[in-house]
Protein backbone atom coordinates (compact mmCIF):
# COMPACT_ATOMS: atom_id res chain seq x y z
CA UNK A 1 0.00 0.00 0.00
CA UNK A 2 1.19 3.53 -0.91
CA UNK A 3 2.25 6.02 2.03
CA UNK A 4 0.97 8.94 1.09
CA UNK A 5 -2.48 8.08 -0.45
CA UNK A 6 -2.87 11.70 -1.27
CA UNK A 7 -0.34 11.08 -3.52
CA UNK A 8 -2.79 8.43 -5.77
CA UNK A 9 -6.00 10.32 -4.16
CA UNK A 10 -4.68 13.69 -5.54
CA UNK A 11 -3.55 12.82 -8.66
CA UNK A 12 -4.83 13.78 -12.24
CA UNK A 13 -6.99 11.02 -13.75
CA UNK A 14 -8.27 10.62 -9.86
CA UNK A 15 -11.64 9.85 -10.15
CA UNK A 16 -14.45 11.90 -9.13
CA UNK A 17 -17.45 9.37 -9.16
CA UNK A 18 -20.73 10.70 -10.85
CA UNK A 19 -21.23 14.45 -10.91
CA UNK A 20 -23.33 14.66 -7.93
CA UNK A 21 -21.24 12.92 -5.45
CA UNK A 22 -18.67 15.25 -3.63
CA UNK A 23 -15.89 14.21 -1.05
CA UNK A 24 -17.23 15.07 2.25
CA UNK A 25 -15.53 18.40 4.09
CA UNK A 26 -15.13 15.84 7.16
CA UNK A 27 -14.97 12.62 7.53
CA UNK A 28 -16.37 12.82 10.99
CA UNK A 29 -19.35 14.48 10.68
CA UNK A 30 -22.67 13.21 9.02
CA UNK A 31 -24.81 14.21 6.52
CA UNK A 32 -28.07 14.52 8.29
CA UNK A 33 -30.70 14.17 6.08
CA UNK A 34 -28.86 10.64 4.63
CA UNK A 35 -29.16 9.41 8.28
CA UNK A 36 -32.31 8.41 10.79
CA UNK A 37 -32.44 11.25 13.15
CA UNK A 38 -30.87 10.29 16.48
CA UNK A 39 -27.49 9.23 14.61
CA UNK A 40 -24.64 11.17 14.90
CA UNK A 41 -20.75 10.75 15.17
CA UNK A 42 -18.60 11.07 18.69
CA UNK A 43 -15.02 10.84 18.07
CA UNK A 44 -15.82 8.73 15.01
CA UNK A 45 -18.08 6.31 16.84
CA UNK A 46 -21.28 6.11 15.00
CA UNK A 47 -24.02 6.42 17.31
CA UNK A 48 -27.77 5.95 16.70
CA UNK A 49 -30.96 5.92 19.26
CA UNK A 50 -27.97 6.67 22.24
CA UNK A 51 -26.25 3.05 21.42
CA UNK A 52 -22.85 2.84 20.14
CA UNK A 53 -22.56 1.04 17.37
CA UNK A 54 -19.13 -0.28 17.32
CA UNK A 55 -20.20 -1.61 20.82
CA UNK A 56 -23.38 -2.45 19.64
CA UNK A 57 -21.44 -4.76 16.97
CA UNK A 58 -19.29 -5.80 19.22
CA UNK A 59 -22.61 -7.77 20.84
CA UNK A 60 -24.14 -9.43 17.87
CA UNK A 61 -21.30 -8.91 15.20
CA UNK A 62 -21.77 -7.59 11.50
CA UNK A 63 -23.27 -7.13 9.47
CA UNK A 64 -26.40 -6.03 11.14
CA UNK A 65 -29.21 -4.01 10.60
CA UNK A 66 -29.50 -1.07 13.00
CA UNK A 67 -33.05 0.11 13.22
CA UNK A 68 -34.17 3.65 14.75
CA UNK A 69 -37.38 3.17 16.58
CA UNK A 70 -37.65 7.05 17.60
CA UNK A 71 -37.14 7.64 13.70
CA UNK A 72 -39.48 5.07 12.14
CA UNK A 73 -42.38 5.94 14.59
CA UNK A 74 -41.62 9.71 14.36
CA UNK A 75 -41.78 9.47 9.90
CA UNK A 76 -45.44 6.90 10.70
CA UNK A 77 -46.42 9.65 12.54
CA UNK A 78 -45.29 12.48 10.37
CA UNK A 79 -47.50 10.85 7.59
CA UNK A 80 -50.72 10.10 9.76
CA UNK A 81 -50.63 13.77 10.81
CA UNK A 82 -49.53 15.15 7.59
CA UNK A 83 -52.41 13.08 5.57
CA UNK A 84 -54.53 13.80 8.43
CA UNK A 85 -57.84 12.76 7.14
CA UNK A 86 -56.62 9.82 4.80
CA UNK A 87 -55.97 6.26 5.68
CA UNK A 88 -52.27 5.73 5.95
CA UNK A 89 -51.35 1.59 5.35
CA UNK A 90 -47.82 1.02 6.02
CA UNK A 91 -46.58 -0.77 2.94
CA UNK A 92 -45.33 -4.54 5.22
CA UNK A 93 -43.01 -5.30 2.15
CA UNK A 94 -40.44 -2.95 2.59
CA UNK A 95 -39.87 -4.22 6.29
CA UNK A 96 -42.09 -6.73 8.85
CA UNK A 97 -41.80 -8.26 11.75
CA UNK A 98 -43.81 -8.12 14.92
CA UNK A 99 -42.42 -5.57 16.66
CA UNK A 100 -42.76 -3.31 13.50
CA UNK A 101 -46.08 -4.44 12.80
CA UNK A 102 -46.59 -3.53 17.14
CA UNK A 103 -45.22 0.24 16.18
CA UNK A 104 -46.94 1.03 12.94
CA UNK A 105 -50.69 0.06 15.24
CA UNK A 106 -49.63 2.17 18.02
CA UNK A 107 -48.98 4.85 15.45
CA UNK A 108 -52.42 4.63 14.19
CA UNK A 109 -51.61 3.32 10.93
CA UNK A 110 -52.92 0.46 8.86
CA UNK A 111 -51.16 -2.21 7.19
CA UNK A 112 -50.54 -3.32 3.77
CA UNK A 113 -49.89 -7.14 3.23
CA UNK A 114 -49.23 -8.80 -0.23
CA UNK A 115 -48.48 -12.43 0.94
CA UNK A 116 -49.92 -15.16 3.47
CA UNK A 117 -46.54 -14.66 5.05
CA UNK A 118 -46.76 -11.21 5.71
CA UNK A 119 -50.73 -11.33 7.50
CA UNK A 120 -49.26 -14.28 9.81
CA UNK A 121 -46.46 -11.70 11.06
CA UNK A 122 -49.24 -8.93 11.22
CA UNK A 123 -51.70 -11.76 13.07
CA UNK A 124 -49.22 -12.92 14.89
CA UNK A 125 -48.69 -9.24 16.26
CA UNK A 126 -52.29 -8.64 17.01
CA UNK A 127 -52.98 -6.49 14.18
CA UNK A 128 -56.36 -5.44 14.11
CA UNK A 129 -57.39 -7.53 10.76
CA UNK A 130 -60.29 -4.88 9.57
CA UNK A 131 -57.13 -2.62 9.41
CA UNK A 132 -55.07 -4.80 6.59
CA UNK A 133 -55.20 -4.37 2.99
CA UNK A 134 -54.44 -7.31 0.98
CA UNK A 135 -52.27 -6.84 -2.66
CA UNK A 136 -50.79 -9.01 -5.12
CA UNK A 137 -51.50 -10.19 -8.66
CA UNK A 138 -51.79 -13.58 -7.92
CA UNK A 139 -53.64 -14.43 -4.77
CA UNK A 140 -54.26 -18.10 -4.15
CA UNK A 141 -57.45 -19.22 -3.32
CA UNK A 142 -56.19 -20.47 0.21
CA UNK A 143 -54.59 -17.01 0.81
CA UNK A 144 -58.05 -15.05 0.03
CA UNK A 145 -60.03 -17.94 1.66
CA UNK A 146 -57.63 -17.05 4.65
CA UNK A 147 -57.93 -13.50 3.96
CA UNK A 148 -61.58 -13.35 4.14
CA UNK A 149 -62.20 -15.38 6.96
CA UNK A 150 -59.66 -13.09 9.29
CA UNK A 151 -61.44 -10.46 8.36
CA UNK A 152 -58.94 -8.26 6.15
CA UNK A 153 -60.08 -5.08 6.02
CA UNK A 154 -59.52 -4.61 2.06
CA UNK A 155 -58.73 -6.68 -0.37
CA UNK A 156 -57.31 -5.09 -3.24
CA UNK A 157 -58.50 -7.28 -6.56
CA UNK A 158 -55.56 -7.04 -9.50
CA UNK A 159 -57.39 -9.79 -11.59
CA UNK A 160 -60.57 -11.35 -13.46
CA UNK A 161 -58.97 -14.64 -12.27
CA UNK A 162 -58.42 -13.38 -8.71
CA UNK A 163 -62.68 -12.43 -8.93
CA UNK A 164 -63.74 -15.82 -9.99
CA UNK A 165 -61.70 -17.02 -6.81
CA UNK A 166 -62.73 -14.04 -4.05
CA UNK A 167 -66.23 -14.50 -5.47
CA UNK A 168 -65.93 -18.48 -4.84
CA UNK A 169 -64.51 -17.70 -1.44
CA UNK A 170 -67.08 -15.77 -0.30
CA UNK A 171 -70.32 -17.58 -1.32
CA UNK A 172 -68.77 -20.59 0.54
CA UNK A 173 -67.34 -18.37 3.59
CA UNK A 174 -71.12 -16.72 3.93
CA UNK A 175 -68.91 -13.61 3.76
CA UNK A 176 -69.24 -10.05 2.41
CA UNK A 177 -65.37 -8.93 1.29
CA UNK A 178 -64.37 -5.21 1.01
CA UNK A 179 -62.64 -5.15 -1.94
CA UNK A 180 -60.74 -1.92 -3.76
CA UNK A 181 -60.02 -2.46 -7.82
CA UNK A 182 -56.88 -1.73 -8.82
CA UNK A 183 -56.09 0.18 -11.90
CA UNK A 184 -52.97 0.63 -14.39
CA UNK A 185 -53.83 4.46 -15.00
CA UNK A 186 -50.58 4.63 -17.86
CA UNK A 187 -48.39 6.59 -15.50
CA UNK A 188 -45.14 6.06 -15.76
CA UNK A 189 -43.24 7.64 -12.58
CA UNK A 190 -39.88 9.13 -12.89
CA UNK A 191 -38.11 7.16 -11.45
CA UNK A 192 -36.08 3.26 -12.25
CA UNK A 193 -37.76 0.89 -15.01
CA UNK A 194 -38.00 -1.88 -13.08
CA UNK A 195 -40.07 -0.38 -9.53
CA UNK A 196 -42.50 1.94 -12.08
CA UNK A 197 -45.72 0.04 -12.01
CA UNK A 198 -48.02 2.24 -13.72
CA UNK A 199 -47.11 1.95 -17.35
CA UNK A 200 -49.57 -0.29 -19.22
CA UNK A 201 -46.76 -3.09 -20.27
CA UNK A 202 -47.06 -5.05 -16.85
CA UNK A 203 -48.67 -7.43 -14.31
CA UNK A 204 -50.53 -5.61 -12.12
CA UNK A 205 -53.89 -4.00 -12.18
CA UNK A 206 -56.94 -3.90 -14.73
CA UNK A 207 -56.44 -1.35 -17.80
CA UNK A 208 -58.03 1.66 -17.72
CA UNK A 209 -57.83 2.48 -21.48
CA UNK A 210 -58.72 -0.99 -22.66
CA UNK A 211 -62.15 -1.03 -20.21
CA UNK A 212 -60.70 -3.99 -17.77
CA UNK A 213 -61.10 -1.44 -15.55
CA UNK A 214 -64.80 -0.52 -15.31
CA UNK A 215 -65.47 -4.48 -16.30
CA UNK A 216 -63.67 -5.20 -13.24
CA UNK A 217 -65.83 -2.84 -11.10
CA UNK A 218 -68.80 -4.00 -13.06
CA UNK A 219 -68.36 -7.64 -11.56
CA UNK A 220 -67.56 -6.41 -8.13
CA UNK A 221 -71.35 -4.73 -8.17
CA UNK A 222 -72.55 -8.01 -9.40
CA UNK A 223 -71.31 -10.08 -7.03
CA UNK A 224 -72.74 -10.58 -3.74
CA UNK A 225 -70.36 -11.38 -1.52
CA UNK A 226 -68.30 -8.73 -2.76
CA UNK A 227 -68.45 -4.84 -1.52
CA UNK A 228 -67.24 -1.64 -3.72
CA UNK A 229 -64.96 0.25 -1.54
CA UNK A 230 -63.05 1.94 -4.46
CA UNK A 231 -60.43 2.44 -7.20
CA UNK A 232 -56.63 1.97 -5.94
CA UNK A 233 -53.27 3.07 -8.18
CA UNK A 234 -50.20 2.69 -7.75
CA UNK A 235 -47.57 4.41 -10.26
CA UNK A 236 -44.07 3.10 -8.91
CA UNK A 237 -41.35 4.03 -5.99
CA UNK A 238 -39.16 6.19 -5.32
CA UNK A 239 -40.89 9.06 -6.73
CA UNK A 240 -40.44 12.91 -5.83
CA UNK A 241 -42.67 14.95 -6.93
CA UNK A 242 -46.46 14.68 -7.20
CA UNK A 243 -47.18 15.67 -11.25
CA UNK A 244 -47.02 11.35 -11.80
CA UNK A 245 -50.20 11.72 -8.91
CA UNK A 246 -51.40 14.41 -10.49
CA UNK A 247 -51.99 12.53 -14.01
CA UNK A 248 -52.81 9.27 -12.40
CA UNK A 249 -55.53 10.97 -9.84
CA UNK A 250 -57.22 12.74 -12.87
CA UNK A 251 -57.19 9.29 -14.85
CA UNK A 252 -58.01 7.06 -11.75
CA UNK A 253 -61.04 9.97 -10.82
CA UNK A 254 -62.14 9.87 -14.66
CA UNK A 255 -63.20 6.60 -13.90
CA UNK A 256 -64.67 7.12 -10.62
CA UNK A 257 -66.97 9.32 -12.05
CA UNK A 258 -67.41 7.05 -14.94
CA UNK A 259 -69.37 4.51 -12.55
CA UNK A 260 -70.98 6.93 -11.02
CA UNK A 261 -73.07 7.90 -13.73
CA UNK A 262 -72.69 4.33 -16.05
CA UNK A 263 -73.69 2.56 -12.95
CA UNK A 264 -75.00 4.79 -10.31
CA UNK A 265 -72.80 3.48 -7.98
CA UNK A 266 -70.68 6.13 -5.47
CA UNK A 267 -67.45 4.52 -4.38
CA UNK A 268 -66.60 5.91 -0.79
CA UNK A 269 -62.91 5.52 -0.80
CA UNK A 270 -59.75 5.56 -3.17
CA UNK A 271 -56.12 4.69 -2.88
CA UNK A 272 -53.28 6.70 -4.35
CA UNK A 273 -50.89 3.46 -3.83
CA UNK A 274 -47.47 4.34 -1.93
CA UNK A 275 -44.03 5.49 -3.66
CA UNK A 276 -42.54 8.31 -1.77
CA UNK A 277 -39.01 9.05 -2.39
CA UNK A 278 -36.00 8.60 0.28
CA UNK A 279 -32.63 10.16 0.01
CA UNK A 280 -30.43 7.47 -0.44
CA UNK A 281 -27.95 10.26 -1.35
CA UNK A 282 -26.96 14.08 -1.42
CA UNK A 283 -28.53 13.83 -5.06
CA UNK A 284 -32.07 13.21 -3.33
CA UNK A 285 -34.49 15.79 -2.13
CA UNK A 286 -37.76 14.46 -0.70
CA UNK A 287 -40.82 16.48 0.29
CA UNK A 288 -41.79 16.29 3.35
CA UNK A 289 -45.25 14.47 4.39
CA UNK A 290 -47.15 17.31 4.69
CA UNK A 291 -46.07 19.04 1.39
CA UNK A 292 -47.10 16.05 -0.35
CA UNK A 293 -50.62 15.91 1.58
CA UNK A 294 -51.30 18.96 0.70
CA UNK A 295 -50.00 19.01 -3.23
CA UNK A 296 -52.14 15.56 -3.53
CA UNK A 297 -55.20 17.02 -1.56
CA UNK A 298 -55.24 20.02 -4.22
CA UNK A 299 -55.30 17.81 -6.66
CA UNK A 300 -58.08 15.41 -5.82
CA UNK A 301 -60.05 18.01 -4.97
CA UNK A 302 -59.90 19.76 -7.91
CA UNK A 303 -59.91 17.21 -10.24
CA UNK A 304 -63.37 16.27 -7.69
CA UNK A 305 -65.07 19.83 -8.31
CA UNK A 306 -64.32 19.72 -12.26
CA UNK A 307 -66.09 16.44 -12.29
CA UNK A 308 -68.91 17.34 -10.05
CA UNK A 309 -68.49 14.27 -7.63
CA UNK A 310 -68.07 14.42 -4.26
CA UNK A 311 -64.57 13.45 -2.83
CA UNK A 312 -64.01 10.06 -1.64
CA UNK A 313 -61.84 9.29 1.41
CA UNK A 314 -58.67 8.94 0.23
CA UNK A 315 -56.07 6.64 1.70
CA UNK A 316 -51.91 6.19 0.57
CA UNK A 317 -49.66 3.69 1.25
CA UNK A 318 -45.45 4.47 2.07
CA UNK A 319 -43.28 1.68 3.07
CA UNK A 320 -39.96 2.98 2.00
CA UNK A 321 -40.83 6.43 3.43
CA UNK A 322 -41.11 5.17 6.69
CA UNK A 323 -38.72 2.95 7.30
CA UNK A 324 -35.90 3.41 4.86
CA UNK A 325 -34.45 6.48 6.27
CA UNK A 326 -34.55 4.42 9.92
CA UNK A 327 -32.35 2.04 9.68
CA UNK A 328 -28.53 1.37 8.61
CA UNK A 329 -26.70 -1.54 7.76
CA UNK A 330 -23.29 -2.16 9.72
CA UNK A 331 -20.23 -3.95 8.15
CA UNK A 332 -16.58 -4.69 8.85
CA UNK A 333 -13.94 -4.37 5.72
CA UNK A 334 -12.54 -7.74 4.98
CA UNK A 335 -10.09 -6.46 2.30
CA UNK A 336 -9.18 -3.10 0.31
CA UNK A 337 -7.48 -3.51 -2.84
CA UNK A 338 -6.83 -0.37 -5.62
CA UNK A 339 -7.52 -0.90 -8.85
CA UNK A 340 -6.14 1.11 -11.80
CA UNK A 341 -8.07 1.90 -14.41
CA UNK A 342 -7.85 2.63 -17.81
CA UNK A 343 -6.11 5.83 -17.87
CA UNK A 344 -4.24 5.68 -14.80
CA UNK A 345 -7.08 6.42 -12.32
CA UNK A 346 -7.34 4.17 -9.50
CA UNK A 347 -10.61 2.51 -7.73
CA UNK A 348 -10.69 1.39 -4.09
CA UNK A 349 -12.39 -1.72 -3.42
CA UNK A 350 -13.69 -1.94 -0.26
CA UNK A 351 -15.08 -5.29 0.48
CA UNK A 352 -17.21 -6.16 3.43
CA UNK A 353 -18.48 -8.76 4.89
CA UNK A 354 -22.18 -8.76 3.32
CA UNK A 355 -23.59 -7.49 -0.09
CA UNK A 356 -25.80 -8.68 -2.35
CA UNK A 357 -27.64 -11.35 0.26
CA UNK A 358 -28.34 -8.40 2.20
CA UNK A 359 -29.15 -5.73 -0.04
CA UNK A 360 -30.13 -6.84 -3.46
CA UNK A 361 -31.02 -3.13 -4.58
CA UNK A 362 -27.57 -1.85 -6.06
CA UNK A 363 -27.27 -5.00 -8.12
CA UNK A 364 -31.22 -5.52 -8.45
CA UNK A 365 -32.13 -1.63 -9.42
CA UNK A 366 -28.66 0.00 -10.23
CA UNK A 367 -29.56 2.03 -6.72
CA UNK A 368 -27.22 4.26 -5.43
CA UNK A 369 -26.32 4.69 -1.74
CA UNK A 370 -23.85 6.48 0.58
CA UNK A 371 -21.48 4.88 3.56
CA UNK A 372 -19.33 6.15 6.01
CA UNK A 373 -16.88 5.04 8.20
CA UNK A 374 -18.54 3.99 11.75
CA UNK A 375 -15.75 3.07 13.63
CA UNK A 376 -12.93 5.63 14.31
CA UNK A 377 -11.63 8.84 12.93
CA UNK A 378 -9.81 9.70 9.88
CA UNK A 379 -7.51 12.56 8.94
CA UNK A 380 -6.64 10.35 5.23
CA UNK A 381 -7.68 12.41 2.57
CA UNK A 382 -11.20 11.20 0.32
CA UNK A 383 -10.35 8.58 -1.79
CA UNK A 384 -13.44 7.38 -4.10
CA UNK A 385 -14.51 4.24 -2.87
CA UNK A 386 -16.88 1.10 -4.39
CA UNK A 387 -18.17 -0.81 -1.25
CA UNK A 388 -18.41 -4.51 -2.65
CA UNK A 389 -19.81 -7.75 -1.13
CA UNK A 390 -18.40 -11.21 -0.19
CA UNK A 391 -20.16 -13.19 -2.93
CA UNK A 392 -19.54 -14.91 -6.27
CA UNK A 393 -21.03 -12.10 -8.65
CA UNK A 394 -18.46 -9.29 -9.91
CA UNK A 395 -22.26 -7.27 -9.76
CA UNK A 396 -22.12 -7.76 -5.78
CA UNK A 397 -22.12 -4.08 -4.98
CA UNK A 398 -23.33 -2.06 -1.99
CA UNK A 399 -22.38 1.57 -2.37
CA UNK A 400 -21.21 1.87 -6.16
CA UNK A 401 -19.69 5.48 -5.59
CA UNK A 402 -18.31 6.95 -2.19
CA UNK A 403 -15.62 8.77 -0.92
CA UNK A 404 -14.25 7.11 1.85
CA UNK A 405 -10.93 8.35 4.40
CA UNK A 406 -7.77 7.14 1.76
CA UNK A 407 -6.45 5.06 5.04
CA UNK A 408 -9.54 2.78 5.31
CA UNK A 409 -8.39 -0.53 6.58
CA UNK A 410 -9.77 -4.35 7.41
CA UNK A 411 -11.46 -4.13 10.77
CA UNK A 412 -12.88 -0.79 10.49
CA UNK A 413 -16.79 -0.26 10.20
CA UNK A 414 -18.61 0.78 7.68
CA UNK A 415 -21.79 1.82 8.00
CA UNK A 416 -24.59 2.80 5.11
CA UNK A 417 -27.92 4.45 5.43
CA UNK A 418 -31.52 4.25 4.35
CA UNK A 419 -31.56 0.27 4.22
CA UNK A 420 -34.64 -0.19 5.82
CA UNK A 421 -36.96 -1.02 3.11
CA UNK A 422 -36.38 -3.49 0.46
CA UNK A 423 -32.88 -4.50 2.01
CA UNK A 424 -33.33 -7.18 5.11
CA UNK A 425 -37.32 -8.28 3.28
CA UNK A 426 -35.24 -8.93 0.33
CA UNK A 427 -32.56 -10.61 1.92
CA UNK A 428 -31.25 -14.18 0.77
CA UNK A 429 -29.13 -17.00 1.88
CA UNK A 430 -27.00 -16.95 -1.71
CA UNK A 431 -23.98 -18.19 -0.91
CA UNK A 432 -25.42 -19.68 2.05
CA UNK A 433 -24.98 -16.55 4.07
CA UNK A 434 -26.70 -16.42 7.08
CA UNK A 435 -29.23 -13.70 6.76
CA UNK A 436 -28.32 -10.49 9.74
CA UNK A 437 -30.28 -9.40 12.42
CA UNK A 438 -32.22 -6.47 12.75
CA UNK A 439 -31.69 -4.67 16.44
CA UNK A 440 -33.94 -1.50 17.19
CA UNK A 441 -31.81 0.97 19.24
CA UNK A 442 -33.69 3.78 21.32
CA UNK A 443 -32.54 5.86 24.16
CA UNK A 444 -29.55 3.68 24.87
CA UNK A 445 -31.17 0.50 24.72
CA UNK A 446 -30.42 -2.39 22.13
CA UNK A 447 -33.25 -4.60 21.61
CA UNK A 448 -32.67 -7.33 18.68
CA UNK A 449 -36.50 -7.66 16.60
CA UNK A 450 -34.80 -10.27 14.73
CA UNK A 451 -31.75 -12.35 15.20
CA UNK A 452 -29.02 -13.47 13.22
CA UNK A 453 -29.76 -16.99 11.23
CA UNK A 454 -27.83 -19.47 12.38
CA UNK A 455 -26.14 -22.48 10.36
CA UNK A 456 -28.91 -24.82 11.91
CA UNK A 457 -31.65 -22.43 10.53
CA UNK A 458 -29.39 -22.68 7.04
CA UNK A 459 -29.79 -26.58 7.50
CA UNK A 460 -32.97 -27.03 8.77
CA UNK A 461 -34.61 -27.50 5.51
CA UNK A 462 -31.60 -30.38 3.91
CA UNK A 463 -33.20 -33.10 4.53
CA UNK A 464 -30.03 -35.06 3.52
CA UNK A 465 -28.16 -32.90 6.70
CA UNK A 466 -30.71 -35.02 8.83
CA UNK A 467 -29.90 -38.46 7.62
C1 LIG B 1 -44.66 -1.51 -2.91
C2 LIG B 1 -45.99 -0.90 -2.80
C3 LIG B 1 -46.18 0.18 -1.95
C4 LIG B 1 -45.07 0.82 -1.17
O1 LIG B 1 -44.12 1.42 -1.99
P1 LIG B 1 -42.97 2.32 -1.30
O2 LIG B 1 -42.12 2.72 -2.45
O3 LIG B 1 -42.27 1.44 -0.34
O4 LIG B 1 -43.66 3.44 -0.65
C5 LIG B 1 -47.45 0.70 -1.82
N1 LIG B 1 -48.49 0.17 -2.52
C6 LIG B 1 -48.33 -0.88 -3.36
C7 LIG B 1 -49.50 -1.43 -4.08
C8 LIG B 1 -47.08 -1.45 -3.53
O5 LIG B 1 -46.93 -2.46 -4.37
Known sequence: MPTHEAGWAHADGALRGPAWLRPPADHDVLVDRLWSTTAHKVDGEL???GVSVPDLVADVNTPAYVLDEADFRARARAFRDGFAGYDVYYAGKAFLCTAVARWVAEEGLSLDVCSDGELTVALRAGFDPARIGYHGNNKTEPEL??????????????????????????VSLGRSQPVMVRVTPGVEAHTHEYIATAHEDQKFGFSITAGDALEAVRRVVAAPGLELLGLHSHIGSQIFDTSGFEVAARRVLALHAQVGTELGVTMP???LGGGFGIAYTTEDDPADPAQLATEMTKIVEHECRA??????????????????????????????????LDGGAVRTYVSVDGGMSDNIRTALYDADYSCTLASRTSAAPPA???????????GDIVVQDEF????????DLVAVPSTGAYCRSMASNYNHALRPPVVAVRDGV????V??????????????AHE
Open 451 to 464: RRETVDDLLATDLG
Open 269 to 271: EMD
Open 384 to 394: LSRVVGKHCEA
Open 145 to 170: RRAVAEGVGRVIVDSFDELDRLERVT
Open 446 to 449: ATTL
Open 404 to 411: LPADVRPG
Open 307 to 340: LGVAEPRLSIEPGRAIVGPAMCTVYTVGTVKRVE
Open 47 to 49: VVG
